[in-house]
């Protein structure tokens, strides 16, 4: 399957040969949106993205979201390096009516010489930590803002409550990792492309 490679745009209106749809058992698909688990969670978020066609931004869309889930208590996943921009975010959430309950990526001290790294007694980030403490303060919906590559994937992996990433990390780009995909023509073209005939 290469749907990021397929010219059609519109794969809702007909199914192209070698289209995933043809692949999968789409009823099966179906019957998963239609449990009382999911259905509620897959129409609201389907709402959202409606709405108002792309003039809300994303922090706007997630209280939206949060408001139609009838969610009360937030938590908040952040990198110590964002701890500025998490106060931020956690002062808008409690201003638009929600709980929040933040945790800090180097919370319990870890060294990481606990995964075979010498760094000279520097705490390690801790996302399984993070995600069983928002566990623990039974959290209905989980944020992350700039957690680095893989551990967000951990908070995903333990968190109980649903998670979606606010902001992703990247101390090169200012937390705007799209920005060398905007610019492959150019300044990153050698950096991220070996073989420029692949552009």
Same mark, same amino acid.
């Given at each position: 399957m290469k749907c990021s490679e397929c010219k059609e745009s519109?794969?809702?209106?007909k199914i192209v040969k070698n289209c995933a749809s043809a692949y999968t058992n789409q009823q099966n698909i179906l019957d998963e949106?239609?449990? %009382?688990?999911?259905?509620?969670?897959a129409k609201n978020?389907?709402?959202v993205s409606m709405s108002l066609n792309g003039k809300k931004t994303r922090i706007e869309e997630l209280i939206e979201f949060a408001h139609l889930m009838d969610y009360k208590r937030l938590g908040l996943c952040f990198c110590v390096g964002l701890k500025n921009e998490a106060g931020i975010v956690k002062k808008i959430l409690e201003a638009n009516g929600?709980? %929040?309950i933040s945790i800090m990526c180097k919370t319990g001290g870890i060294d990481k010489s606990l995964l075979g790294i010498e760094n000279g007694g520097n705490a390690m980030c801790n996302p399984i930590g993070q995600a069983l403490f928002l566990n623990k303060a039974k959290t209905?919906?989980?944020?992350?803002?700039?957690?680095?590559?893989?551990h967000d994937s951990l908070v995903f992996q333990y968190s109980n409550?649903?998670?979606t990433v606010l902001a992703t990390k990247d101390k090169v780009l200012a937390h705007n990792p799209l920005g060398c995909i905007y610019t492959l023509d150019g300044?990153?073209?050698e950096k991220l492309l070996p073989n420029k005939s692949d552009l």
């Open positions: 519109y794969c809702d209106k949106y239609l449990l %009382v688990s999911n259905l509620e969670f978020a389907s709402l929600f709980e %929040v209905e919906f989980n944020i992350i803002v700039g957690l680095c590559v893989g409550a649903p998670v300044y990153y073209s």
